[in-house]
């Protein structure tokens, strides 16, 4: 995660309670690369000990460099902790080492001054008290969504801090909802820290209040009650279940600590928490979680396949539709752009129902506090409506989310190049079909460009970015730049159907519709795809994506590969509105049976992908389905999965992944 390793360097501070030692923890870089806690930090503090232990010290402070306290672990040096052994001992070290400052002779503060995830904040919690600068939203344990646990003392000390409830929300509930974090007016709320401070003078203000609590013996706030730990932990168990169906291991054993430390000592949690990670972090689930990090958080956002094009400036956005998707596209186009915004329809009415709802949400982020009131208003006056393509003169985008039919998209790309520049960008939004046909016929092909933006669009990431026959480099790079500046992780595909994300989900669901058409009921169909640890079962997924929008896919991927894609009698039945299941036959299989065929299709597709190009690799594979479809860290996306699951082999005669990701340390 850093170029260069995290250090901790001591100052003395002149104080009127005496001298205070101030402790920073910087890697010697800006706040883009934080402090990160591998074998050279530790061998930095266990140096600076020594000089904290000699008795000279009236308190101390530990602070972070500027808007950054600390990130937690190293992940570089996971994948190198393949035994049990190792494992065990990167946790024994973090014990040892913040253990250490916890038995200070004198009270000791951490001032947290920025982003403080994992073992940021355990090292916080081995302190006696802990500020927090007002402006820090990035607090928490993001350790079970990585396939672990904290193991730094974080499943110990959380509890005995702010309760077990409190406790089994940062640890486990909050990973497990993409990995949500905790800001610093809710943590001190739970507990977590003792003061909410201002971001201005922070540092001198935590110094004063330790010199305060020094001058008045404040004691640090006792124990919390944990009578009810287990309750709580039984509890959350059914919750957990809900979200990984059983599959998942790092949420179970978090909860046996977290219930643990109401009946252990400080020092047998530890030794449970050493345990629990030389249990999980050479294991395949923790190993393919940090390479599926490493995919989404470095190697996606390097931009493989963009070109080297300066992007063309947005200043005015065009939206064509003015339906449920096409609302929330321009509202995230408005917000994160801040540029007048224009949304047509054939219909007037539901261009004023589009404009009032996006003005509603604006009023909701103002409420929620997320934007100032005079922005919320400031963007709801530059949004309008128009009747025609003409109110999208002086556009330099235009997006389309009408009906998927190339025919209605193929006019409605011809009608815009009427009204728009020649350098104004023509994006899709479609979801499966070919980008090169909308643009055949056009004067300037070169503009067009798919952006296919996954439902809901406030929640899901991913952004496929459809390279068209003509698409040229400055519009390719200018789709790029406008999906970084909407918060969004662009992947580069190329123009085939369905793209990848919706192709693999579709290839999925014949297996599951066949199934069903055989004799199996929707419950055992369900629980054959749940293994595979998605967030929702495929029937919860069909009813929100829509049976007619879902068979419309399954027709373009039929027309393209029908041995692969047949039709589905029973899918067209649901898209007409009729609930009846077409049986065609008896073959009705296990569980386990139909797992394995789904897994085979996968791996099938997989491959086809790759061999046509779509992407260039597996890791664009999984970093669609992660941040487009809610895969879990700890199966890697899907292709690690396939691969250890003997999938891969079984259909492909090799593994997907491996050869192109060879740092995924998928073990197993």
């Known amino acids: 995660m850093a170029d260069a390793p995290t250090r901790f360097f001591l100052r003395e501070i002149s104080t009127r309670v005496g001298p ?58 996971f994948p190198l902790a393949r035994t049990p052994e190792l494992a065990r001992a990167g946790a024994k070290a973090g014990h040892d080492a913040f253990g250490a400052l916890r038995e200070l002779p004198y009270p000791t503060l951490a001032a947290v001054n920025g982003a403080a995830l994992g073992g940021g904040l355990e090292i916080a919690l081995h302190c006696d008290f802990r500020t927090l600068a007002r402006s820090v939203r990035h607090l928490g344990f993001p350790e079970v969504f990585l ?26 509930a909050n990973p497990l909802k993409q990995n949500r974090l905790t800001a610093a007016p809710k943590a001190v709320e739970l507990g977590l820290a003792d003061a909410l401070l201002d971001d201005v003078e922070f540092l001198d203000d935590s110094i004063e209040w330790l010199v305060h609590a020094i001058e008045e013996g404040r004691s640090p706030r006792p124990a919390a009650d944990l009578s009810d730990a287990a309750e709580v932990c039984a509890r959350a168990r059914y919750a957990v279940d809900d979200a990984v169906h059983g599959v998942a291991l790092a949420p179970y054993r978090a909860l046996d600590l977290v219930a643990g ?14 345990d629990a990670l030389a249990d999980l972090l050479p294991g395949p689930q923790a190993q393919a979680g940090v390479y599926a990090f490493d995919l989404v958080e470095r190697r996606i956002k390097r931009g493989a396949g963009i070109p080297d094009a300066k992007p063309r400036r947005i ?5 064509v539709g003015a339906g449920l998707m096409a609302t929330q596209l321009a509202t995230l186009f408005l917000r994160r752009l801040e540029v007048p915004l224009v949304i047509t329809d054939v219909d007037r009415e539901r261009v004023e129902e589009a404009l009032a709802t996006i003005r509603s949400e604006l009023e909701q982020q103002a409420t929620r506090g997320r934007i100032a009131a005079g922005k919320a208003r400031f963007l709801a006056a530059i949004a309008s409506g128009a009747e025609s393509t003409e109110g999208f003169d002086g556009c330099d985008l235009v997006i389309e989310a009408v009906f998927e039919e190339i025919a209605i998209k193929r006019q409605v790309f011809a009608a815009l190049e009427d009204a728009v520049s020649p350098e104004c960008l023509l994006v899709t939004n479609t979801s499966s079909l070919s980008v090169s046909a909308m643009a055949a016929g056009l004067r300037h092909p070169e503009r067009v460009v798919g952006m296919h933006f996954f439902n809901p669009v406030a929640v899901l990431p991913l952004v496929e970015l459809v390279r ?45 519709m066949q199934a069903l058409e055989n004799g ?41 590969f029908p041995d692969r894609f047949p039709l589905s009698p029973t899918l067209e ?11 065609t036959g008896d073959d009705t299989r296990s569980v386990d049976e139909l797992h394995d065929a789904i897994l085979d299709a996968l791996a099938d597709e997989c491959r086809h992908i790759l061999d046509e190009g779509v992407v260039p690799t597996a890791g664009e594979i999984d970093a669609c389905l992660i941040l487009g479809a809610g895969y879990p860290f700890f199966r ?16 492909t005669g090799g593994t997907l992944g491996r050869a192109d990701v060879p740092s995924a340390g998928i073990a197993g």
Not at 52 to 67: E, N
Not at 575 to 583: F, H, L, P
Request: aromatic share 6%; proline share 5%.
């Open 147 to 172: 396939g672990i646990v904290p193991a730094w003392g974080g499943t110990q000390l959380v509890p005995r801090v702010v309760g077990a409830a409190a406790a089994v929300e940062l640890i486990v």
């Open 315 to 319: 200043q005015k956005v065009g939206v």
């Open 636 to 651: 890697g996306g899907l292709t690690p999965y396939l691969d250890e699951s003997g999938a891969s082999e079984r259909v």
């Open 261 to 274: 430390a109401a009946e252990w000592t400080l020092e047998q949690g530890y030794a449970a928490e050493e």
């Open 520 to 560: 199996n009921t929707f419950e055992e169909t369900d629980e054959a795809a749940l293994r595979l640890g998605i967030p929702m079962p495929p029937s919860a997924l069909l009813a929100m994506v829509g049976p007619r929008v879902a068979n419309h896919v399954l027709h373009t991927l039929h027309d393209a």
């Open 573 to 583: 039945n649901f898209a007409n509105g009729e609930m009846d299941v077409v049986r």
């Open 20 to 77: 205070l030692a101030l402790v920073t923890i910087d890697n010697g870089q800006d706040w883009q690369k934080p402090n990160v806690f591998g074998r050279a930090a530790f061998e930095s503090l266990f140096e600076l000990l020594p000089r904290l232990q000699d008795g000279r010290w009236s308190g101390l402070v530990l602070t972070g460099k500027p808007f950054v306290f600390a990130a937690g672990a190293d992940l570089d040096e």
């Open 468 to 512: 068209a026959e003509a698409t040229d480099d400055v519009t390719l790079a200018t789709a790029w730049d406008v999906t970084k500046k909407l918060g969004k992780r662009g992947v580069v595909v190329k123009d085939a159907p369905a793209f990848v994300v919706n192709r693999l989900l579709t290839r999925q669901s014949s297996v599951l």
